[in-house]
């Protein structure tokens, strides 16, 4: 089977959800009108990444200026509980196109925030969403751990999807519980733009033997609306280069590293690839010493299928 797929480098009208979703659709017609069955987009697209911020904490203080600038945040935040969810489920349906969206999402039960990628289906609207298990650094002032349960994977009509978000990436038993579901199709938002980055990407390619989608933004600081110019005004002019990459089941780059410009990767991916990969090597086949080496995930829900 042959999936189309477009990996999105572009940027977000930062910290407007409206306007945000509005340029999700934009490009989702556009692409969907160029045949993709797959759009993914990078790490907390909605309303995006904060790079730069600090929200006014130090050890052991924080500011009224981060105080608000948090709610702000939350605020244009996605709530799946509400009219966003219902909005991005139509236009995968309209379009007839699988949508893997990083957002920052907001629920009603607590007032923290996660790291989120959203999966959605033509047919079947919300799949489910993965919540970063790790924040990295200072992202933990805003963003809330997730669990187990969150480490989500999915049979669909165009593959075995599932993934995780940035330096999640780093962690070997993170990376483990997605192979062992079988993942075709590995989707990675970031927002490490290093060309460290690739390399990594490649040996997830190569370790788990599936297409690996890296997903960044491109950001330059002049792109911060101009009441948040000052928070950032340490920061270098070109803060993300972006680095999307495609890379195949064997490891070799099929699109991309794209850097230093917005743009969109696409790429016709053939998913015998994956079960000719694994003549020689299978993390969690022939190439496993189960009798050595076990991995218990807790409470990592079952493969969803999709009917």
């Known amino acids: ?7 999105v480098q572009d940027c977000p009208v930062f910290f407007d959800k409206e306007k945000t979703i509005q340029k999700i659709e934009d ?4 692409y969907a009108n160029k045949g993709c069955e797959l759009l993914v987009f990078p790490e907390s697209f909605i309303p995006g990444y904060p790079r730069g911020f600090s929200f006014g904490a130090t050890i052991g203080s924080r500011t009224d200026e981060g105080r608000a600038l948090y709610s702000e945040y939350y ?4 709530d799946l509980e509400s009219e966003d969810l219902t909005r991005l489920e139509k236009l995968s349906k309209s379009q007839n196109i699988y949508l893997v969206i990083g957002a920052t999402e907001k629920k009603d039960t607590n007032g923290s925030l996660y790291c989120s990628m959203l999966y959605i289906s033509p047919t079947n609207g919300l799949l489910g969403v993965h919540r970063k298990i790790k924040p990295t650094g200072t992202e933990r002032i805003i963003w809330a751990e997730a669990s187990g349960e969150s480490l989500v994977t999915y ?3 165009i593959g075995k999807l599932g993934g995780l978000i940035c330096w999640e990436n780093y962690m070997p038993l993170a990376r483990m519980a997605m192979y062992q579901k079988g993942i075709e199709i590995y989707i990675a938002p970031t927002a490490d733009s290093r060309e460290e980055w690739t390399a990594t990407m490649k040996h ?8 690996v989608l890296g997903c960044n933004q491109y950001y330059t600081k002049s792109m911060y609306p101009k009441k948040y110019q000052h928070l950032v005004s340490h920061e270098p002019e070109n803060m993300c280069r972006g680095g999307s990459i495609i ?3 064997l490891g070799k780059i099929i699109e991309g590293p794209l850097f230093d410009q917005s743009g969109v990767l696409i790429a016709e991916l053939d998913l015998d690839q994956v079960n000719q990969s694994k003549l020689d090597f299978d993390v969690i086949g022939h190439y496993a010493r189960n009798d050595i080496f076990q991995l218990d995930v807790q409470h990592q829900p079952e493969i969803k299928k999709e009917f």
């Open 1 to 7: 089977m042959k999936v189309k797929v477009g990996v």
């Open 27 to 30: 490009l989702t017609k556009k």
């Open 75 to 78: 605020n244009n935040s996605i």
């Open 155 to 157: 049979k669909t009509k």
């Open 204 to 211: 997830i390619a190569l370790e788990g033997r599936c297409f």
């Open 247 to 249: 890379v195949s089941p």
